[in-house]
């Protein structure tokens, strides 16, 4: 099955495996520019439920189609989550 996989309107199942012991560690997902822009100004926030790996991660969200403009980056870290949970 292809990667990313959206579930709902809300969700979005994203699962790869990354070899770290052989000079990897940098995983990376985009999505193409909305052909409607979402309008996001009336959220206060963004919120994310992840199953982690004890590894930190960033979210990275821009709101002009210019890769090299301004964006909205915030790193967190997260708690590893044995097989099966």
Do not use: C
């Not at 990667?3 to 309107?9: D, F, G, L, M, V």
């Amino acid at each position: 099955m292809p990667w990313p996989r959206i579930q709902s309107n809300l969700a979005l199942w994203w699962h790869r495996a990354l070899a770290t012991g052989t000079g990897g560690g940098f995983v990376s997902m985009r999505t193409r520019n909305f052909s409607t822009p979402l309008n996001l100004s009336t959220f206060d926030g963004i919120t994310m439920r992840v199953r982690g790996d004890g590894m930190r991660y960033k979210l990275i969200l821009r709101d002009d189609t210019d890769f090299f403009a301004l964006s909205y980056q915030a790193s967190f870290d997260t708690v590893e989550v044995g097989p099966g949970r």
